[in-house]
């Protein structure tokens, strides 16, 4: 789609919190009465209600129901668009309506309309941690948000506008998450955060943070057994500084532009095709409905939601499956193992292959708890992985995210994980495992 998408407009508006809603606050405010008559309620919404951005469309089609998270989810899903505008039932039409669009339009104020910006860090660079950056021939941030989804090693992105690295923009993707700096010339993104989403409930503990960053609250979360979601939430909306939420279950999400969420286990832009004994449509577009019907039934072994449009439908639908198959990098998709299944067993004794003895699961960070030597590859085994670390004279070998390896002397700076972290498997070998979202599984190098 790089080719034949138009060049998006961002001299409008290029950071999402401060235009829409503090420019037209007055202007909105005289409208607002109408909408509750025009649009179904619905709780949580923190969408530009009452606001239209006319222009830049390139699809307009009927949308089933009267649910504006419709009109964003095709969004998400399709790498060329940028923002939205939902119009509901006899708007246009007897049915719903949503645009999108592959400019961010100015925003103007209509009672018929719900309208966004898709929902990246504008104004933010994560720089470091870069193992591949290219031109893009057209100037679309999603475009390089749309190559993250779709290399299982990406962990994060960055978008550089034209005329800073090059006469092109510029996509740098990233194999680790990068803490943010403000800029004025770059676009960011982390491939599991839910942007402009909260989930509130479910809270055991909250505290400030001192860095503005959600991957400060995502690390917390995942250093603490008992977390299974978070919350981050932005400066200004509880407080001056940021704030984390840490939760104990997983509450339903809702669409919340000051906060920035993540739930412990979900792999985003991921497919797990095959195996499924059941699939229906959803009344919430929300990922946690389907992990919860599958967390219900014994047999279910892991899960594939599927976000609205993806499917000739529209809405969202959910595949459950009695077996784990292999991940398969998708948009469209979010998917899991069930939380009460434990991922295969990790070999406890050196084999006749080589691979060493295993050692345990431990967590990662961007210092990198083994530091000494790593490589990614399509094909990775433990074999291939523990072979490296050996002829590279190193102690321990780790595999991580499915197709990464990691060398080093020593092991355990950052403690242990749950063994139930570990539950990626190899991209060479799905039937061993190969670590999983910043854990690895490490392995003694054999003798």
């Not at 691979?355 to 990775?380: E, H, K, T, V, W």
């Not at 499915?402 to 080093?408: E, H």
């Amino acid at each position: 789609m790089e080719e034949g998408a138009s060049p998006p407009d961002f001299s409008r508006s290029t950071q999402k919190r401060s235009f829409g809603k503090l420019d037209f606050l007055l202007l909105l405010a005289a409208v607002f009465v109408g909408i509750a008559g025009q649009l179904a309620p619905a709780t949580g919404f923190a969408y530009d209600r009452g606001v239209d951005r006319p222009g830049g469309d390139y699809s307009s089609s009927e949308v089933q129901g009267n649910d504006p998270r419709v009109c964003a989810s095709r969004c998400e899903i399709e790498s060329q668009c940028l923002a939205w505008s939902y119009s509901p039932p006899g708007v246009q039409g007897p049915a719903a309506r949503c645009s999108l669009k592959n400019t961010v339009p100015a925003p103007v104020a209509n009672s018929n309309a719900v309208s966004d910006m898709r929902p990246f860090e504008y104004n933010t660079d994560r720089p470091g941690s870069d193992y591949i950056n290219f031109d893009l021939q057209v100037a679309n941030p999603a475009m390089c948000a749309a190559r993250c989804s779709g290399d299982t090693q990406c962990q994060a992105w960055s978008y550089v506008t034209p005329g800073v690295q090059g006469a092109l923009a510029h996509c740098w993707l990233k194999n680790a998450v990068p803490s943010a700096i403000v800029t004025n010339f770059a676009v960011s993104g982390v491939r599991s955060y839910e942007y402009d989403t909260d989930r509130p409930g479910g809270d055991y503990t909250n505290f400030d943070l001192q860095q503005a960053d959600p991957v400060t609250c995502a690390a917390r979360c995942a250093g603490d057994a008992q977390c299974q979601a978070w919350t981050y939430i932005t400066p200004g909306a509880q407080g001056p500084g940021a704030r984390c939420w840490l939760k104990n279950v997983v509450p339903p999400s809702v669409a919340a532009d000051f906060a920035v969420s993540g739930v412990r286990g979900f792999e985003h832009d991921i497919d797990r095709r095959g195996g499924d004994y059941n699939e229906f449509a959803l009344d919430a577009p929300d990922p946690q409905v389907c992990a919860a019907r599958c967390a219900g039934e014994s047999q279910c072994a892991a899960w594939t939601y599927l976000k609205p449009g993806a499917t000739v439908g529209g809405g969202a639908r959910c595949s459950l499956k009695n077996s784990a198959p292999p991940k398969i990098p998708s948009v469209a998709a979010v998917s899991g193992l069930r939380a009460s299944v434990s991922p295969p067993a990790q070999p406890q004794s050196q084999s006749a292959g080589g691979i060493g003895i295993y050692a345990g699961c431990f967590p990662d960070d961007a210092a990198r708890d083994l530091n000494g030597y790593n490589f990614s590859a399509n094909n990775m085994t433990t074999e291939s992985c523990s072979a490296a670390c050996k002829q590279n004279r190193f102690s321990y070998a780790g595999t991580q995210f499915g197709s990464f390896c990691f060398c080093g002397n020593t092991v355990g700076r950052l403690g242990a994980a749950n063994e139930s972290l570990c539950n990626y498997p190899c991209s060479g070998n799905p039937a061993q495992i190969c670590g999983g979202n910043y854990v690895n599984s490490v392995r003694k190098s054999p003798k």
